[in-house]
């Protein structure tokens, strides 16, 4: 490169000094040779100087392209780094993780249209970053990872059904990063996560769902409604059968002792006058009919009063 600056430097003065010669311009003093020379010596050297080296900012690696050999084998990594200016110049990687999105449609095993999508943290292996430069270049993320993660996610999700992938996330999830991994190995890529952000099915399949779930709400409900039905026919049961029960103690009290019905008029009568006395209106009514009579024969005379009522009746 200095010996390509220096002809250069010397053509333009032969041609000043020939067009200076023929007195097609002004004259060119002694030794302005020399001042060319040490102009273009000090140009080479500021070049020289100034692309010996190289930066490798924080967070990304460099490897270095050589005009003789090709791709230099060493990784560069952050820092000052030096090269040969001219024959060689560095090609920068950013080896920081970063996000690749992707969404697609696909089937699932029970051949429900599903669409998924997948987030992938991802960074270039940096002891490979030669042999993807010279595979892949500088746009690996392009190439690749939407092929992967589309292939990827529709293979995983063939495997489940549709409410599968609703119950057993975590499970799609694994396996989709498994296939990822060893699928993104091949080309030199590392994954740090695979994520599902996004999970929808067809309206169809949902207002199926939905149909489904409300189907088996009304079937509890039933359930619960036979249930409370039984409890009530079982409860109707121990009624009756705690009435009739009654009935029977009552009838045997009454038939074994004949003080029991006297109790039951005086408990009566002890009601009958308590609402009587709380009432704020006066009340004439007959002893005998609120029970109040509570003589030996009040039962007699109640027995003759029906029985002649009876009489009557049939008299006619």
Not at 228 to 243: D, F, H, L, M, Y
Request: charged share 20%.
């Amino acid at each position: 490169m200095a010996q390509q600056l220096k002809d250069a430097a010397a053509k333009m003065f032969k041609t000043a000094s020939s067009r200076a010669g023929s007195g097609g311009g002004p004259s060119i003093p002694p030794g302005a040779s020399t001042a060319v020379g040490a102009i273009a010596g000090a140009g080479v050297l500021a070049y020289v100087g100034s692309h010996s080296y190289f930066t490798v900012e924080g967070g990304k690696r460099a490897v270095v392209f050589n005009r003789l050999t090709g791709m230099k084998s060493t990784v560069y990594g952050e820092g000052l780094n030096f090269n040969i200016p001219w024959f060689e110049w560095p090609v920068h990687y950013d080896v920081r993780t970063r996000p690749c999105n992707l969404q697609t449609l696909t089937g699932s095993k029970d051949l429900q249209m599903v669409t998924i999508g997948v987030r992938v943290l991802h960074k270039p292996d940096t002891n490979q970053l030669v042999q993807i430069y010279r595979q892949l270049g500088m746009d690996y993320e392009a190439r690749v990872l939407p092929s992967l993660m589309n292939e990827c996610a529709k293979a995983v999700v063939a495997r489940f059904n549709a409410n599968e992938l609703l119950t057993k996330r975590e499970a799609v999830s694994a396996e989709i990063r498994n296939d990822l991994m060893v699928r993104a190995k091949k080309f030199n890529l590392l994954l740090e996560d695979v994520a599902i952000t996004h999970l929808s099915f067809s309206p169809e399949y949902s207002r199926a769902v939905e149909a489904k779930q409300v189907a088996q709400q009304d079937a509890e409900r039933s359930k619960y409604i036979v249930l409370g039905a039984k409890n009530e026919k079982q409860t109707i049961i121990t009624k009756a059968k705690g009435e009739a029960q009654s009935a029977q103690l009552i009838g045997e009290s009454v038939k074994n002792n004949p003080g029991f019905m006297s109790l039951r008029r005086i408990e009566a009568a002890q009601e009958i006058a308590t609402i009587v006395a709380s009432s704020g209106n006066k009340v004439y009514l007959n002893a005998d009919s609120l029970l109040l009579n509570l003589l030996g024969d009040a039962d007699d005379k109640f027995e003759k009063g029906m029985g002649a009522k009876k009489k009557g009746i049939f008299g006619r």
